[in-house]
């Protein structure tokens, strides 16, 4: 895993938008992988040759469709969390004040 520097993200909204292509990436990424292993069920990328590979075909876009729906759910409703988190987080914020030059007597 490579080493990621944090100090590129300039702003809430670009590691909002690098969350959110991370996200898709995971779930688009998985979709294509079952396909690869599972794609000869209803013909690959080709018309189905016949009644079982078209039943196959159906249930697979179907799923594909109800996964895509759910993802970007999740997806928009973990990132609206995250900025309402840091929109609360950045109304705090504490500065401590240090002199150096002050002296204090105990006399």
């Known amino acids: 895993m490579k080493n990621n ?3 590129n ?3 809430r909204r670009q590691i909002m938008e690098q969350i959110e292509t991370r996200f898709k990436t995971i779930m688009i990424g998985s ?3 079952f396909e690869k292993e599972f794609g000869n069920l209803w013909g690959d990328n080709d018309e189905p040759a016949n009644n079982q590979e078209a ?3 159906d249930k ?3 799923l594909r469709h109800d996964l895509l729906d759910h993802g ?3 997806i928009r409703q973990g990132l609206d969390e995250l900025n309402t988190y840091l929109n609360s987080v950045e109304k705090y914020r504490l500065q401590v004040f240090y002199n150096q030059n002050r002296r204090i007597d105990n006399e």
Do not use: G, I, K, V
Request: charged share 20%.
């Open 5 to 7: 520097n944090y100090s």
């Open 9 to 11: 993200y300039n702003s």
């Open 31 to 33: 979709l294509a992988r």
């Open 55 to 57: 039943f196959f075909r």
């Open 60 to 62: 697979w876009e179907d």
């Open 72 to 74: 970007n759910n999740q």
